[in-house]
């Protein structure tokens, strides 16, 4: 894999009450200079509800919340055919983890808080994901690290 190459792209929008939707558009990215990034997933969160709508490649996917008190979200995977969840783990719960109903590791996401670059990084557990399944683990992992820098710059807990 060519590491200057970007795989996916995420444009924003502010995530204000009066602001355009989707929040997020997720792209793969183009192979050449001259072809259009493809959009393959979109992200809108909900002023007065914990629900995310996720849109992958046309279809909805509802990402609710696990429960009142978990910060853990959860959603039927298209791709694995499962119900999904990703959920706080690591250092102050700022990494996340993608498990499925057996609670094995598909996937995570490391916040990397005390680096300069300030990126994160997504690992696959199984390295032959690919498809339909990595843009589902891109896009939903995309809207779980963004929900949680909203809540946290919002001050909920």
């Not at 706080?88 to 300069?116: K, P, T, Y």
Request: one cysteine or more; a neutral charge.
């Amino acid at each position: 894999m060519d590491k200057s190459r970007p795989l996916y792209t995420i444009s924003q929008n502010s995530g204000s009450l009066f602001s355009s939707k989707p929040h997020m558009t997720i792209s793969q990215a183009s192979s050449s200079s001259t072809t259009p990034p493809t959009t393959i997933g979109t992200v809108t969160f909900h002023s007065w509800s914990r629900s995310i709508d996720l849109e992958l490649h046309g279809r909805s996917i509802p990402f609710e919340p696990e429960g009142i008190f978990t910060r853990a979200y959860a959603y039927q995977s298209p791709a694995f055919g499962e119900k999904l969840r990703w959920e706080c783990d690591g250092v102050w719960g700022a990494d996340l983890v993608l498990v499925n109903g057996r609670s094995e590791w598909i996937a995570r996401f490391d916040a990397s808080l005390f680096s300069m670059s300030k990126t994160g990084k997504i690992h696959i557990v199984n390295g032959g994901v690919m498809g339909m399944a990595l843009d589902e683990i891109v896009v939903s992992g995309c809207a779980m690290v963004q929900h949680q820098r909203r809540k946290d710059s919002s001050g909920g807990g």
